[in-house]
Protein backbone atom coordinates (compact mmCIF):
# COMPACT_ATOMS: atom_id res chain seq x y z
CA UNK A 1 0.00 0.00 0.00
CA UNK A 2 3.03 2.85 0.97
CA UNK A 3 4.20 1.04 -2.55
CA UNK A 4 1.09 2.32 -4.21
CA UNK A 5 0.97 5.61 -2.33
CA UNK A 6 3.94 6.62 -3.57
CA UNK A 7 3.60 5.82 -6.67
CA UNK A 8 0.53 7.91 -7.02
CA UNK A 9 1.82 10.76 -5.62
CA UNK A 10 5.44 11.05 -7.82
CA UNK A 11 3.00 10.00 -10.65
CA UNK A 12 1.48 13.68 -10.81
CA UNK A 13 5.57 14.24 -11.40
CA UNK A 14 5.40 13.17 -14.52
CA UNK A 15 2.03 12.95 -15.91
CA UNK A 16 0.54 16.95 -16.17
CA UNK A 17 1.93 18.14 -19.29
CA UNK A 18 -1.05 18.90 -20.56
CA UNK A 19 -1.79 21.43 -17.78
CA UNK A 20 0.82 23.55 -19.20
CA UNK A 21 0.20 26.26 -21.69
CA UNK A 22 -0.13 25.42 -25.44
CA UNK A 23 0.38 28.24 -27.56
CA UNK A 24 2.03 28.62 -31.00
CA UNK A 25 4.46 30.97 -32.14
CA UNK A 26 7.55 32.38 -30.74
CA UNK A 27 7.76 35.40 -27.78
CA UNK A 28 5.50 37.63 -30.50
CA UNK A 29 5.47 40.76 -29.85
CA UNK A 30 1.80 42.94 -29.42
CA UNK A 31 2.50 45.60 -32.15
CA UNK A 32 -0.71 47.50 -30.40
CA UNK A 33 0.95 47.43 -27.00
CA UNK A 34 4.80 46.69 -27.52
CA UNK A 35 4.53 43.86 -25.18
CA UNK A 36 5.95 40.40 -25.56
CA UNK A 37 5.15 36.68 -24.61
CA UNK A 38 7.65 34.18 -23.12
CA UNK A 39 7.16 31.13 -23.02
CA UNK A 40 9.15 28.57 -20.91
CA UNK A 41 9.08 24.70 -20.57
CA UNK A 42 10.37 22.46 -17.63
CA UNK A 43 9.23 19.47 -16.68
CA UNK A 44 7.37 19.05 -12.86
CA UNK A 45 10.10 17.38 -11.23
CA UNK A 46 13.38 18.06 -9.10
CA UNK A 47 15.93 18.31 -11.46
CA UNK A 48 14.11 21.30 -13.19
CA UNK A 49 14.09 23.07 -9.56
CA UNK A 50 15.94 26.13 -11.18
CA UNK A 51 12.59 26.65 -13.47
CA UNK A 52 10.53 25.88 -10.82
CA UNK A 53 12.20 28.27 -7.83
CA UNK A 54 12.74 31.38 -10.77
CA UNK A 55 8.70 30.66 -11.09
CA UNK A 56 7.89 30.24 -7.43
CA UNK A 57 10.21 33.45 -6.06
CA UNK A 58 9.14 35.30 -9.32
CA UNK A 59 12.40 35.81 -10.39
CA UNK A 60 11.42 35.85 -13.91
CA UNK A 61 8.30 38.12 -13.36
CA UNK A 62 11.16 40.53 -11.54
CA UNK A 63 13.98 40.36 -14.66
CA UNK A 64 11.30 40.03 -17.94
CA UNK A 65 9.33 43.61 -16.26
CA UNK A 66 5.46 43.92 -16.93
CA UNK A 67 5.81 44.67 -20.75
CA UNK A 68 6.78 40.74 -20.67
CA UNK A 69 3.89 38.10 -20.58
CA UNK A 70 5.42 34.84 -18.90
CA UNK A 71 3.30 31.39 -20.04
CA UNK A 72 4.39 27.75 -18.73
CA UNK A 73 4.36 24.73 -20.34
CA UNK A 74 5.20 21.44 -18.60
CA UNK A 75 6.20 18.22 -19.90
CA UNK A 76 7.03 14.91 -19.26
CA UNK A 77 9.89 13.97 -21.29
CA UNK A 78 12.72 15.24 -23.35
CA UNK A 79 11.00 14.47 -26.70
CA UNK A 80 8.13 16.47 -26.23
CA UNK A 81 9.67 19.36 -24.60
CA UNK A 82 12.02 19.60 -28.31
CA UNK A 83 8.99 18.66 -30.18
CA UNK A 84 7.28 21.54 -27.94
CA UNK A 85 10.44 23.66 -28.80
CA UNK A 86 9.86 22.91 -32.32
CA UNK A 87 6.67 23.87 -32.90
CA UNK A 88 7.42 27.78 -31.04
CA UNK A 89 5.45 26.46 -28.19
CA UNK A 90 7.91 26.66 -26.25
CA UNK A 91 10.74 29.83 -26.05
CA UNK A 92 13.66 28.83 -23.28
CA UNK A 93 13.13 26.23 -20.13
CA UNK A 94 15.00 23.24 -18.95
CA UNK A 95 15.76 20.17 -20.85
CA UNK A 96 18.09 17.14 -20.52
CA UNK A 97 21.00 16.93 -22.95
CA UNK A 98 20.11 14.41 -24.52
CA UNK A 99 17.15 14.95 -26.32
CA UNK A 100 18.44 18.48 -27.63
CA UNK A 101 21.08 17.01 -29.15
CA UNK A 102 19.39 14.70 -30.60
CA UNK A 103 17.11 17.61 -32.23
CA UNK A 104 20.08 19.70 -32.56
CA UNK A 105 22.37 17.30 -35.41
CA UNK A 106 18.94 17.07 -37.54
CA UNK A 107 17.57 20.88 -37.00
CA UNK A 108 20.14 23.12 -35.93
CA UNK A 109 18.17 26.07 -33.75
CA UNK A 110 18.23 24.84 -30.52
CA UNK A 111 20.99 26.06 -27.98
CA UNK A 112 22.32 25.31 -24.53
CA UNK A 113 22.78 28.39 -23.14
CA UNK A 114 23.76 27.79 -19.42
CA UNK A 115 23.50 24.57 -17.13
CA UNK A 116 20.80 23.49 -14.52
CA UNK A 117 21.71 20.99 -13.13
CA UNK A 118 24.61 17.88 -12.72
CA UNK A 119 23.61 14.62 -11.26
CA UNK A 120 20.47 13.50 -10.08
CA UNK A 121 19.98 10.07 -11.56
CA UNK A 122 21.02 6.61 -10.29
CA UNK A 123 21.29 3.38 -11.59
CA UNK A 124 19.46 0.73 -9.33
CA UNK A 125 19.22 -2.96 -9.20
CA UNK A 126 16.00 -5.16 -8.50
CA UNK A 127 15.91 -7.23 -5.41
CA UNK A 128 15.38 -10.64 -8.00
CA UNK A 129 18.44 -9.98 -10.44
CA UNK A 130 21.06 -10.89 -8.33
CA UNK A 131 23.56 -7.66 -10.21
CA UNK A 132 25.96 -6.72 -7.78
CA UNK A 133 27.99 -5.05 -10.33
CA UNK A 134 27.78 -3.39 -13.30
CA UNK A 135 29.20 -7.18 -15.41
CA UNK A 136 26.50 -8.65 -13.81
CA UNK A 137 24.28 -7.01 -16.31
CA UNK A 138 24.76 -8.73 -19.07
CA UNK A 139 21.72 -10.64 -20.60
CA UNK A 140 19.72 -8.31 -18.38
CA UNK A 141 17.01 -6.31 -18.79
CA UNK A 142 17.39 -1.97 -18.07
CA UNK A 143 14.48 0.30 -17.57
CA UNK A 144 15.39 3.61 -18.58
CA UNK A 145 12.59 6.59 -19.14
CA UNK A 146 12.86 6.90 -22.83
CA UNK A 147 14.91 6.23 -25.90
CA UNK A 148 17.93 8.17 -26.59
CA UNK A 149 17.26 10.31 -22.73
CA UNK A 150 19.69 11.77 -21.15
CA UNK A 151 19.65 8.56 -18.76
CA UNK A 152 19.18 6.13 -21.69
CA UNK A 153 23.08 7.78 -22.50
CA UNK A 154 24.32 7.82 -19.30
CA UNK A 155 24.14 4.22 -19.32
CA UNK A 156 25.48 3.65 -22.20
CA UNK A 157 28.63 5.45 -20.93
CA UNK A 158 28.72 3.13 -17.32
CA UNK A 159 28.40 -0.16 -19.71
CA UNK A 160 31.08 1.06 -22.37
CA UNK A 161 33.17 1.15 -19.67
CA UNK A 162 32.77 -2.59 -18.42
CA UNK A 163 32.60 -3.45 -22.55
CA UNK A 164 28.72 -4.26 -22.47
CA UNK A 165 26.58 -3.15 -24.74
CA UNK A 166 23.52 -2.44 -24.92
CA UNK A 167 20.26 -2.71 -27.26
CA UNK A 168 16.44 -2.18 -27.60
CA UNK A 169 15.58 -5.06 -29.36
CA UNK A 170 17.28 -8.03 -27.02
CA UNK A 171 21.39 -9.18 -26.91
CA UNK A 172 23.82 -8.08 -24.24
CA UNK A 173 21.84 -5.91 -22.24
CA UNK A 174 18.46 -5.02 -23.09
CA UNK A 175 17.10 -1.21 -22.69
CA UNK A 176 13.27 -1.11 -21.93
CA UNK A 177 11.51 2.02 -22.41
CA UNK A 178 9.19 3.09 -19.02
CA UNK A 179 7.62 6.27 -17.50
CA UNK A 180 9.60 6.39 -14.38
CA UNK A 181 6.53 6.29 -12.46
CA UNK A 182 6.12 2.31 -13.71
CA UNK A 183 9.46 0.99 -12.42
CA UNK A 184 8.43 0.21 -8.87
CA UNK A 185 5.69 -1.69 -10.06
CA UNK A 186 8.19 -3.43 -12.98
CA UNK A 187 10.34 -3.89 -10.36
CA UNK A 188 7.90 -6.17 -8.18
CA UNK A 189 6.38 -7.66 -11.30
CA UNK A 190 10.26 -9.04 -11.79
CA UNK A 191 10.16 -7.35 -15.05
CA UNK A 192 12.94 -5.21 -15.49
CA UNK A 193 16.23 -6.24 -13.40
CA UNK A 194 17.82 -2.33 -13.07
CA UNK A 195 16.80 1.13 -13.98
CA UNK A 196 18.44 4.14 -15.02
CA UNK A 197 16.21 6.42 -13.78
CA UNK A 198 15.61 10.36 -12.30
CA UNK A 199 15.09 11.66 -8.58
CA UNK A 200 13.15 11.05 -6.74
CA UNK A 201 12.00 7.95 -8.51
CA UNK A 202 15.63 6.12 -7.82
CA UNK A 203 15.13 6.79 -4.46
CA UNK A 204 11.82 5.46 -4.23
CA UNK A 205 12.55 1.83 -5.90
CA UNK A 206 15.59 1.61 -2.71
CA UNK A 207 13.15 2.54 -0.03
CA UNK A 208 9.78 1.56 -1.65
CA UNK A 209 10.54 -2.00 -3.88
CA UNK A 210 13.55 -2.85 -2.58
CA UNK A 211 15.89 -1.77 -5.10
CA UNK A 212 19.85 -1.95 -4.49
CA UNK A 213 21.56 1.05 -5.43
CA UNK A 214 24.53 0.21 -7.80
CA UNK A 215 25.74 3.26 -9.03
CA UNK A 216 25.05 6.82 -7.22
CA UNK A 217 24.73 9.97 -8.70
CA UNK A 218 28.49 10.90 -8.62
CA UNK A 219 29.40 7.23 -9.59
CA UNK A 220 27.20 6.84 -12.57
CA UNK A 221 28.42 7.65 -16.26
CA UNK A 222 30.58 11.39 -15.34
CA UNK A 223 29.99 11.16 -11.86
CA UNK A 224 29.40 14.79 -10.58
CA UNK A 225 30.27 15.94 -14.17
CA UNK A 226 27.22 14.49 -15.44
CA UNK A 227 24.84 17.02 -17.07
CA UNK A 228 21.38 16.08 -16.17
CA UNK A 229 19.32 19.26 -17.00
CA UNK A 230 20.58 22.44 -19.11
CA UNK A 231 18.75 25.71 -20.27
CA UNK A 232 18.11 25.58 -24.03
CA UNK A 233 16.56 28.60 -26.14
CA UNK A 234 15.60 28.74 -29.97
CA UNK A 235 16.93 30.15 -32.16
CA UNK A 236 14.47 32.82 -32.94
CA UNK A 237 14.17 33.74 -28.79
CA UNK A 238 17.91 33.80 -28.82
CA UNK A 239 18.36 37.00 -31.28
CA UNK A 240 16.41 39.18 -28.21
CA UNK A 241 19.25 39.81 -26.49
CA UNK A 242 17.44 41.46 -23.43
CA UNK A 243 15.48 38.51 -23.25
CA UNK A 244 18.18 36.13 -23.04
CA UNK A 245 19.72 38.21 -20.11
CA UNK A 246 16.63 38.59 -18.58
CA UNK A 247 16.01 35.01 -18.73
CA UNK A 248 19.60 34.03 -17.42
CA UNK A 249 19.91 36.55 -14.17
CA UNK A 250 16.51 34.42 -13.24
CA UNK A 251 17.98 31.45 -13.59
CA UNK A 252 21.29 32.51 -12.12
CA UNK A 253 19.75 34.42 -9.15
CA UNK A 254 17.45 30.42 -8.72
CA UNK A 255 20.28 28.52 -8.63
CA UNK A 256 22.25 30.84 -5.92
CA UNK A 257 19.12 30.91 -3.83
CA UNK A 258 18.92 26.75 -3.82
CA UNK A 259 22.72 26.73 -2.98
CA UNK A 260 22.02 29.29 -0.04
CA UNK A 261 18.44 27.78 1.21
CA UNK A 262 18.25 24.09 0.24
CA UNK A 263 15.35 23.52 2.48
CA UNK A 264 13.23 26.45 1.34
CA UNK A 265 13.98 25.59 -2.82
CA UNK A 266 12.60 21.88 -1.63
CA UNK A 267 9.55 23.08 -0.34
CA UNK A 268 8.72 25.74 -2.99
CA UNK A 269 9.15 22.40 -4.91
CA UNK A 270 6.59 20.58 -3.27
CA UNK A 271 4.63 23.29 -3.43
CA UNK A 272 4.81 24.19 -7.13
CA UNK A 273 3.80 20.50 -7.66
CA UNK A 274 1.08 20.54 -5.48
CA UNK A 275 -0.41 23.68 -6.84
CA UNK A 276 0.11 22.21 -10.49
CA UNK A 277 -1.89 18.37 -9.62
CA UNK A 278 -3.57 19.01 -6.00
CA UNK A 279 -0.73 16.14 -4.84
CA UNK A 280 1.83 17.01 -2.11
CA UNK A 281 5.20 14.34 -2.95
CA UNK A 282 6.64 13.14 0.01
CA UNK A 283 9.50 15.92 2.12
CA UNK A 284 11.53 12.92 2.88
CA UNK A 285 11.84 11.51 -0.26
CA UNK A 286 12.48 15.20 -1.98
CA UNK A 287 15.08 15.72 0.45
CA UNK A 288 16.91 12.68 -0.02
CA UNK A 289 16.75 12.76 -3.71
CA UNK A 290 18.02 16.72 -3.70
CA UNK A 291 21.15 15.23 -2.35
CA UNK A 292 21.67 13.40 -5.59
CA UNK A 293 22.19 16.35 -7.43
CA UNK A 294 23.97 19.44 -8.24
CA UNK A 295 22.67 22.77 -9.06
CA UNK A 296 24.89 24.69 -11.14
CA UNK A 297 25.29 26.86 -14.25
CA UNK A 298 28.17 25.79 -15.53
CA UNK A 299 28.81 22.79 -18.62
CA UNK A 300 31.19 20.42 -19.10
CA UNK A 301 31.39 20.71 -23.06
CA UNK A 302 33.23 17.63 -23.16
CA UNK A 303 30.74 15.67 -21.45
CA UNK A 304 28.08 17.04 -23.53
CA UNK A 305 30.23 16.03 -26.93
CA UNK A 306 30.63 12.55 -25.41
CA UNK A 307 27.19 12.35 -24.88
CA UNK A 308 26.66 13.31 -29.06
CA UNK A 309 29.46 10.68 -29.29
CA UNK A 310 27.30 7.67 -27.81
CA UNK A 311 24.20 8.45 -29.32
CA UNK A 312 25.61 8.62 -33.00
CA UNK A 313 26.66 5.04 -31.90
CA UNK A 314 24.05 3.90 -30.62
CA UNK A 315 22.64 5.31 -33.75
CA UNK A 316 19.77 7.80 -32.70
CA UNK A 317 21.59 10.46 -34.27
CA UNK A 318 23.34 10.77 -38.40
CA UNK A 319 26.15 12.72 -37.00
CA UNK A 320 28.42 13.60 -33.53
CA UNK A 321 28.54 17.23 -34.98
CA UNK A 322 27.19 19.58 -32.35
CA UNK A 323 29.21 22.21 -33.25
CA UNK A 324 27.22 25.76 -32.12
CA UNK A 325 24.81 23.90 -30.11
CA UNK A 326 26.58 25.38 -26.83
CA UNK A 327 26.50 29.33 -26.45
CA UNK A 328 27.47 30.12 -23.10
CA UNK A 329 28.22 34.00 -24.47
CA UNK A 330 25.05 35.33 -22.92
CA UNK A 331 25.84 33.48 -19.62
CA UNK A 332 29.71 34.59 -19.74
CA UNK A 333 28.68 38.26 -20.23
CA UNK A 334 26.50 38.30 -17.17
CA UNK A 335 29.27 36.73 -15.07
CA UNK A 336 31.82 39.16 -15.92
Given at each position: ?161 VNLNATTNGGTVELFASAPADTATLFVQKSVDAAATQEPWGY ?133
Amino acid sequence: MMLKKSILALTALLIIGILGACTQGGNETDKKSGSQTVKIGYFPNLTHIATIVALENGYFKEEFGDAVTIETKTVNNGGLFMEAMTTKAIDVGTVGPGPLLNFYVKNPKFHIISGAVNGGAVLVASEHSNINDLTDLDGKRVAIPVIGSTQDVMLRKALKDVNLNATTNGGTVELFASAPADTATLFVQKSVDAAATQEPWGYILETQANGKLLLDWDQFAWGKESTNTVVAARDEFMENKELVAAYLKAHKKAVAFIQDNPEEAQDLVIKHIKDLTGKEINKEETAAAFKRLQVTTDVNEQVIQEMADISNEAGYIPSNNINGMIDLSFLQELNK
